[in-house]
């Protein structure tokens, strides 16, 4: 059902060169590539996109919004994860299980506009 997310940017080349090289890592390609606009995809599934704000008013954070991007694997968050606070990302989680037993696995950060975003894989049983 989800054909895409968007979250904003107020830095366009810095945010495209932070999501090169972070979503390069999941085999992400520039799917779109306009001069406002721009979005990520692996060829499947929903694609990831950043965009300077259509009103013009400078991207802000919203208070209780993150994306989750799954992967196939525990280590793959953890490298991706290491991969985003490399390339200027904030800790918001380091990588581990999370709530008990249930086999989900994430790492949590904000990108350098301040959005939250996370790397998750859920091993269902």
Do not use: C
């Amino acid at each position: 059902m989800i054909g895409y997310v968007t979250v904003g940017t107020n830095n366009m080349e810095k945010s495209i060169a932070f999501y090169d090289a972070l979503l390069g890592e999941i085999g992400a390609t520039r799917a779109m590539d306009m001069d406002t606009f721009k979005a990520w995809s692996t060829g499947t599934g929903p694609m990831f996109s950043v965009t300077l704000p259509f009103n013009k008013e400078p991207a802000t954070v919203g208070n209780g919004v993150m994306i989750a991007l799954a992967v196939g694997s525990p280590a793959m968050v953890d490298r991706l994860h290491a991969k985003a606070l490399e390339l200027g990302a904030t800790d918001e989680g380091a990588p581990g299980p999370r709530d008990g037993d249930s086999g989900f696995y994430a790492g949590y950060f904000r990108d350098l506009d301040g959005n939250k975003l996370n790397f998750f894989h859920f091993a269902q049983s």
